[in-house]
Every structure is written in C-alpha cells, then in structure tokens.
C-alpha cells in the first residue's frame, strides 16, 4: 500500500497570502495524484487530477505540481473560502490511498 | 445538476448490520463506477469499496473485506452498501462517491454524496 505523508500538518495564514501544500508518496505514483477540500460538515470536493489539472469549476489561483513522489498544491491569494482541510490521494495503485490532510487555518 | 443522496445510517450495536443506499440523478448512472468512502469522527479519508458500472468488478479494502457487499441497481439509479459484522472501528460518515469512467480501476472521485452516519457502539 502506497503511504501519502502530508506536510505541514497545519499551515496558518491571511487572505492574500499564497500556500504551499506537499504530498510525498513512499513510491512513484507517476502523475496519478489529486487533490480534494473539504470544508467543516461537507463532503470533499475534487480540486486537482493527475496533479496538474483543475477539476470542474476550481479557481485558477489553485495549481498543482509534480511527478513521481512529491507533489506541491499551490493556492496563490487565498480567498477566506479556500480555509479548509486538504487531501491528496493516488490512484496509481491498489487500494486508492490518501494523505492524512493538511488544514489551512486562517 | 449531479447529486448523490445517502441514507440507512444509524446506532447499531458490535456484529451488527447495516444497509446503505445512495440514490443518484443528474447524470447517466450506468456510464460511471461508484464506490464507498469512509471518514471517521475527526480523523482522515478511506476508500472503502468500488463497483464497475455493469457490477463486472468489484473490489473492497482489506479491512472490510469479507463483511461488506457492494453492490447496484442501474434500473433505480441506486448505490448499496450491505455491512455485516460491524465493529466499532467502522464508526464513520460514509460517503458515496462517482468514479469520471466506467472501470472500477483506481481514479477519482469527482463528485460525492453528503454522507450517512454509522455509529457501531453498546
């Protein structure tokens, strides 16, 4: 089973500021990496697919890198609706595993 | 617009069962594999199963297998989730969750239900 490690765990900053997220994969998951936000009480929502492209109706203030093991989501002037938990997860191989989540704190 | 509706959750008690629906609309049911995701109170993601969109495969996590049984009715646009032998390590919200093809193959999941509650405990 192919283990995600996010980091960091919480990251606190202001409207405007852009984030950083990482994912690191214990081993090559290729391209096949995305990224989802959940908000308190929602289900998640599919931000990012095979790392680099937006899922139906995402900002273009998100943005997403990498290949292989390491992986950077980017949020560049954060709106106060993008504070949330993020996820990535691999479809590369059995079983479909996720990060443990990084929250965006305000 | 493509929605998802959970519901069956609930208080059961350990060895218990439970079964889970989740009605669908919005889209053409039968093109799209489903699945089963879990998130405990407070703690992360965890797929628990998946459908192809004729049931030809089907797969499930190591730690559910043997105890749940997915399955589809493509004719009510409806998602099933039979669990049996419940723990209380399975007490989480439970998610169903599209699939953008057909195949049960890890992809991911571009549009989730809100989830149903189920509470294994004494």
């Known amino acids: 089973e192919i283990v995600l490690t996010q980091s960091p765990g919480t990251l606190s900053l202001s409207p405007g500021e852009r984030a950083t997220l990482s994912c690191r994969a214990s081993?090559?998951?290729?391209?096949?990496l995305g990224w989802y936000q959940q908000k308190p009480g929602q289900a998640p929502r599919l931000v990012i697919y095979?790392?680099?492209n937006r899922a139906n109706g995402i900002p273009a203030r998100f943005s997403g890198s990498g290949s292989g093991t390491d992986f950077t989501l980017t949020i560049t002037s954060l709106e106060p609706e993008d504070f949330a938990i993020y996820y990535c997860q691999q479809r590369s191989t059995w079983p479909v595993t996720f990060g443990q989540g990084t929250r965006l704190d305000i | 617009e493509v929605q998802l509706v959970e519901s069956g959750g609930g208080l059961v008690q350990p060895g218990g069962s439970l079964r889970l629906t989740c009605v669908v609309s919005g889209f053409t049911f039968s093109d799209h594999a489903m699945n089963w995701v879990r998130q405990a109170p407070g703690k992360g993601l965890e797929w628990v199963s998946s459908?192809?969109?004729?049931?030809?495969?089907?797969y499930y996590a190591a730690s559910v297998k043997g105890r749940f049984t997915i399955s589809r009715d493509n004719a009510k646009n409806s998602l099933y989730l039979q669990m049996s032998g419940l723990r209380v390590e399975d007490t989480a919200v439970y998610y169903c969750?599209?699939?953008?093809?057909?195949?049960?193959?890890?992809?991911?999941?571009?549009?989730w239900g809100q989830g149903t509650l189920v509470t294994v405990s004494s």
């Open positions: 081993q090559s998951v290729r391209d096949h």
């Open positions: 459908i192809s969109s004729s049931s030809n495969y089907i």
């Open positions: 095979d790392a680099s």
């Open positions: 969750a599209r699939y953008g093809s057909s195949w049960a193959d890890p992809n991911f999941f571009d549009y």
